[in-house]
């Protein structure tokens, strides 16, 4: 399925880039494999591979998403890229681990980005990176928050930490794992932001969604570099949808997508999302 069919990027891809995303899509999977995940649930069902529980919109900091496009591909996930050409082989690397994309970017095409994400919504859980591409770093930007007040979807923050990571010379100190080593993540509860919100009352949810996710990320970070125990955490596996659950919802979908669907009814006003790459 071409991950982005309005804007049919991957016919403008060069044969090279392909190429090299495809071996980087291997080489990940090969190095993310070597490490050693465990997680805390606030509330397990939100874990996509599940498929219960209807759309969500999934935030993470940029620096953390190796661990995301390793371990949940295949699971019904839309992510936000940047149309910048250096997100280029992030895109079709996303696209190689099994998660469809959709293009914009807050100095163009993010109107239409932001409308794409609301028909995708519809069907499809949104994955967002809420201080890329260019930060400031673990700051949030308002568009995850606005889309969800205005789509009725609950915001699920991810904090994850990785143990003693090499970390890259970008603006998000851009993590990168030792072979070997531990990745922890600890998943908030569903965050539901009421509609009709005003400006003031949007940042003030912003800010608290902000916080939350930097306070996970703390303690998966802390988890992480002392490989203590803790109550309730789980193992966790690199994991497609539940195949019970796929055959289901790609009925439903087909059903859906059969049915005239109007285009959602979103005004884009406030600042729009920060994205991926």
Not at 35 to 43: K, R
Not at 115 to 136: F, K, N, S, V, Y
């Amino acid at each position: 399925m071409d991950p982005t069919p309005a804007n049919k990027p991957l016919d403008r891809t060069p044969l090279w880039m392909r190429a090299a995303s495809l071996v980087a899509a291997g080489g990940l999977r090969a190095w993310m494999s070597t490490l050693e995940y465990q997680a805390l649930f606030y509330d397990p069902s939100v874990d996509p591979i599940h498929g219960v529980g209807g759309q969500r919109i999934y935030v993470f900091w940029h620096e953390y998403i190796l661990i995301p496009l390793h371990m949940r591909g295949h699971c019904n996930l839309t992510m936000l890229l940047s149309k910048h050409k250096d997100a280029d082989i992030l895109f079709r690397l996303a696209h190689h681990m099994g998660f469809e994309c959709v293009r914009g970017s807050t100095y163009g095409g993010a109107t239409e980005a932001l409308l794409e994400l609301a028909r995708r919504g519809q069907h499809m859980h949104l994955t967002i990176t809420p201080d890329g591409p260019r930060g400031p770093r673990r700051q949030l930007a308002q568009g995850p928050v606005y889309l969800a007040s205005k789509l009725g979807l609950p915001i699920v923050p991810f904090g994850m930490g990785l143990d003693r990571p090499w970390r890259a010379k970008s603006w998000d100190r851009f993590a990168i794992p030792r072979p070997g080593s531990r990745a922890r993540a600890v998943v908030g509860p569903e965050i539901y932001i009421p509609p009709g919100l005003s400006r003031p009352e949007l940042e003030e949810r912003r800010v608290g969604v902000e916080t939350l996710l930097n306070s996970l990320c703390d303690e998966a970070e802390k988890w992480a570099t002392t490989g203590e125990r803790r109550e309730g955490a789980i193992s966790v596996k690199r994991q497609g949808l539940d195949p019970n659950l796929a055959a289901p919802r790609r009925e439903q979908t087909a059903d859906a997508t059969n049915e005239p669907v109007p285009p959602p009814s979103l005004t884009v006003t406030p600042p729009t999302p920060r994205v991926a790459g």
